[in-house]
């Protein structure tokens, strides 16, 4: 494959046959990943919840009294803006899921708990996750889950800078072919363009 067409270019990435492995592996990421999203829509839905709304609550049902949770803490857990995560726990606390009380040493955060309401709700739903995740998760040695939760934490933490790579060199890309289209046009072709815009004006 020549390496015009190589979607990466660390040879870690690489084999004898290019980015092929590379490929593969985003392939089945994907097919996994959407399945992931499917299931998580399954489990908010059993229980009448957004799968956000969801999601915040597994998070803080696994916080500990030595490492209790608040809202920013919850937004760096699940990856999300701690603008949409206040709303969404507003909703949770307005529908009686969970509760705030008063961080006891800094007045001007909050930590966050289970109500009775919605441990037992995670109590019944937890009945619908444990032959799911079985059936996902349950492939794998412990070896090798502890080495995947360890080698996906360190990609998503790693993810937000990758795609703010790719924003800029978008829009970077773009202006380069742009200006390079420019440049290549006829000199006539330009001044049939300028003739164009000045007659529109």
Known sequence: MTDALLTASKPELLDKEGDRTLRGLLYDYFAF???LEACREIFAGFVDLSPTQYLILIAIKN?????PMGVNQVAERLYLSGAF???????????????KTPHPEDGRRVQLALTQRGMSLLIRLAALQRPVNDALFGMLTREEFKMLGQ??????????SALKLAVHMQATLKSEEEQRASTASPPDSRK???ATRRSGR
Not at 85 to 99: Q, Y
Not at 153 to 159: F, I, K, Q, V, Y
Request: aromatic share 2%.
């Open 63 to 67: 916080s500990t009294a030595e490492e």
């Open 85 to 99: 995560v206040t709303n969404e726990i507003n909703r949770l606390v307005s529908d009686g899921f969970l509760e």
């Open 192 to 194: 049939k363009r300028r």
């Open 33 to 35: 990943g959407r399945s």
């Open 151 to 160: 080698l996906l934490s360190r990609l998503a933490s790693n993810a937000d």
